[in-house]
C-alpha cells in the first residue's frame, strides 16, 4: 500500500515554542492531506485539510494562527503548532488519499509541552 | 456538516465470541463508510470499508453492513481472539473528498481468553 511517513514520532518542547511536523508522501503525490489530532483515549478530530499551493481549511474552532500548515509541495504539509502549550499536548496524525477515499496515515507525532 | 455516533464505547467478549459496534451518521450525502483499528500509539489501521451501492460486505471474520434509510452501519467480528482486542473507530465521508474522515467516538474491545 501506498506510504505516508511522519516526523518526528515524539517531541517534547517548553512552553511558549513552536514545533513543526512534517508529513510525506513518499510514493505518490497528494495534493491534499489532512491533518487529525488526537487526545487520550478520544477520537481523530480533524484539524485541517492541507491544500497544495494554496491556503489550508480549517475546522471549525481551529485557531489557524496557532497550526500553521503549509503545502508547498506534492509530497510534502507541515503542521506547526506555535506558542505551544499543555494543552496542545496531544497526538497529531496526518493522512493523505491516493486514490478515491482510502486515507494513508503517517505514524503519528506524541507532543508533550512542558 | 457531518457528525458520527458511535456505540459502544467499550465492549468486552470472551474468546471466540462475535462482537458487534454500530455507527449513525448525519450527512445523507455520506457514501464512504471505513472501520479502523488502532492500537495504542500506533496509526489507525483500515480493516474494512463498504460504500453506499452496496449494503453489506465481508473478509474472513469481518464484515460490515449498512442501512442507508437509517443512516448507519455496523461492523461485525466473529471467532474473536485475543489479538483483536484494540480501539475500533467508524468513519464516514463523501468518496470523492479523497480522505476527509470524520470518525466515531471509538469502542474499545477487549476480548478475554
Wanted: glycine share 6%; charged share 20%.
Amino acid at each position: 500500500g501506498a506510504v505516508v511517513s511522519q516526523h518526528p514520532s515524539r517531541v517534547i518542547c517548553k512552553s511558549g515554542t513552536s514545533v513543526k511536523i512534517e508529513c510525506r508522501s513518499l510514493d505518490f503525490q497528494a495534493t491534499t492531506m489532512f491533518w487529525y489530532r488526537q487526545f487520550p483515549k478520544q477520537s481523530l478530530m480533524l484539524m485541517a485539510t492541507s491544500n497544495e499551493g494554496s491556503k489550508a481549511t480549517y475546522e471549525q474552532g481551529v485557531e489557524k494562527d496557532k497550526f500553521l500548515i503549509n503545502h508547498a509541495s506534492l509530497t510534502l504539509s507541515t503542521l506547526t503548532v506555535t506558542s505551544a502549550h499543555p494543552e496542545d499536548s496531544s497526538f497529531y496524525i496526518c493522512s493523505a488519499p491516493r486514490t478515491g477515499s482510502e486515507a494513508f496515515f503517517g505514524q503519528g507525532t506524541r507532543l508533550t509541552v512542558v | 456538516g457531518e457528525n458520527v455516533e458511535q456505540h459502544p464505547s467499550t465492549l468486552s467478549v470472551q474468546e471466540g465470541d462475535s462482537a458487534v459496534i454500530k455507527c449513525t451518521y448525519s450527512d445523507s450525502a455520506s457514501n464512504y463508510f471505513p472501520w479502523y483499528k488502532q492500537e495504542l500509539g500506533k496509526r489507525p489501521q483500515l480493516i474494512i470499508d463498504i460504500r453506499s451501492n452496496v449494503g453489506e460486505k465481508k473478509d474472513q471474520r469481518i464484515a460490515v453492513t449498512l442501512n442507508k434509510t437509517a443512516k448507519h452501519f455496523s461492523l461485525h467480528i466473529t471467532e474473536t481472539q485475543p489479538e483483536d482486542s484494540a480501539v475500533y473507530f467508524c468513519a464516514a465521508t463523501l468518496y470523492n473528498q479523497g480522505g476527509k474522515l470524520i470518525f466515531g467516538q471509538g469502542t474499545e474491545l477487549s476480548v478475554k481468553p
